[in-house]
Every structure is written in structure tokens, then in C-alpha cells.
T-cell receptor
């Protein structure tokens, strides 16, 4: 079942601007992950944040997690045209061989 | 490391025929693999969990007789779409985890049923 909801569903920005995407989920989680998908292609793992973490950085990416609100945000700073893709949050409820549950995704367009 | 290879990347088949999609973990053993389906401009929906040496676990609403899953070895899971119809046209993606919470995805298979 799909439990994550991202907003906005679509986002269009100019190159150099920051892009913020939000994700909400319904159940308790072990960790939350963000993925990127270029049109019609496989998924690329971007960043993982554990349930006991509140913020994490990786290059131009900044992820926050608020477990009390069951929400997360992904910030991409100084966006580039190459960042144009769909971004999905995915949650892992428990550790072990359990599946990721994906949100609906945000389609980001960065205009050069 | 932690590469999952998925084949074919694209397949076109006629209605009524069957199509097999392979998912291989190249450098790790995967007792469990996951199969997802993605319709255009939508998210990934989990179809089933493939378990090595035992029956797959299907999500509600996924027909097990239509989407046959075989996980006969620790590095290979196959999804066979039987008696395919145009509504089965979709992007199918497999996933496995080598541990440490990391998940690796295949590059996906775009199935078009004509």
C-alpha cells in the first residue's frame, strides 16, 4: 500500500533557485529515504534519514524528518537543469527484508 | 557494489502471450526481492515480495496467477506476466537489499502489450 504523500506534485523553478519537496507518511517508520527517477528510468538513492535523526546533509541536499508530524522535506539548493526528475520519498517500517513504501512523488522541472 | 541487473529493459508483446522479466543481484545474495509496478506519471506500487525457496507474498489486488514469481536462487528472481493484456502495459522494477537499510533497484522493464 502507498502511504507517502508528497507535495507539491509538480514544481517548476529557475536554475539556481532552491527546490523544496515535502513528504508525509502514516505509520511509524525505521527510516525514510529519498529517491530520484529520471523519466522512464530506474531509481537512484539520494539520502537516508533514520527515525532518530532530525536533519541530514549530502552535498546540495538537505533532508529533515519530523516524526511527531510524520513528515519529511527534501531541499535541493542551487538547482541545476540536470536536477530535473521525479523525486520520491520511501519509508521503511521495520528493519530486515521488508519493502520500501513509496510516496506519490514530485516532478521537478529546473529551467535553464 | 550492490548492483541489481534487470532484463529486458523493454519488451513488446502481443495480447495473450507471456513475458518473463529477470532480476539478478550481481554482487550480493538476496533472499528477498521486491517487485514494483509504475504507471505513467505515478509512483511505484509494490506488487509482491519474492522469497528465495518459498512462495512469493502478493499485495492485495495483485493476481498471483497472472504475475508469477519465481525465486529459485539467492541471486535471481523472475516475474512472468501471463496472458498479457494492454492494461498490463507498465514499467516494472525490481529491488533488493544487501543489508544496512540500503535498497538497490534494477533499471526497470517497460512492457508494452499490443
Amino acid at each position: 500500500s502507498q502511504q507517502g504523500e508528497e507535495d507539491p506534485q509538480a514544481l517548476s523553478i529557475q536554475e539556481g533557485e532552491n527546490a523544496t519537496m515535502n513528504c508525509s507518511y502514516k505509520t511509524s517508520i525505521n527510516n525514510l529515504q529519498w529517491y530520484r527517477q529520471n523519466s522512464g528510468r530506474g531509481l537512484v538513492h539520494l539520502i537516508l534519514i533514520r527515525s532518530n535523526e532530525r536533519e541530514k546533509h549530502s552535498g546540495r541536499l538537505r533532508v529533515t524528518l519530523d516524526t511527531s508530524k510524520k513528515s519529511s522535506s527534501l531541499l535541493i539548493t542551487a538547482s541545476r537543469a540536470a536536477d530535473t526528475a521525479s523525486y520520491f520519498c520511501a519509508t521503511l517500517r521495520v528493519s530486515g527484508n521488508t519493502p520500501l513504501v513509496f510516496g506519490k512523488g514530485t516532478r521537478l522541472s529546473v529551467i535553464a | 557494489g550492490a548492483v541489481v541487473s534487470q532484463h529486458p529493459s523493454r519488451v513488446i508483446c502481443k495480447s495473450g502471450t507471456s513475458v518473463k522479466i529477470e532480476c539478478r543481484s550481481l554482487d550480493f545474495q538476496a533472499t528477498t526481492m521486491f517487485w514494483y509496478r509504475q504507471f505513467p506519471k505515478q509512483s511505484l506500487m509494490l506488487m509482491a515480495t519474492s522469497n528465495e525457496g518459498s512462495k512469493a507474498t502478493y499485495e492485495q489486488g495483485v493476481e498471483k496467477d497472472k504475475f508469477l514469481i519465481n525465486h529459485a536462487s539467492l541471486t535471481l528472481s523472475t516475474l512472468t506476466v501471463t496472458s498479457a493484456h494492454p492494461e498490463d502495459s507498465s514499467f516494472y522494477i525490481c529491488s533488493a537489499t544487501p543489508g544496512n537499510y540500503g535498497y538497490t533497484f534494477g533499471s526497470g522493464t517497460r512492457l508494452t502489450v499490443v
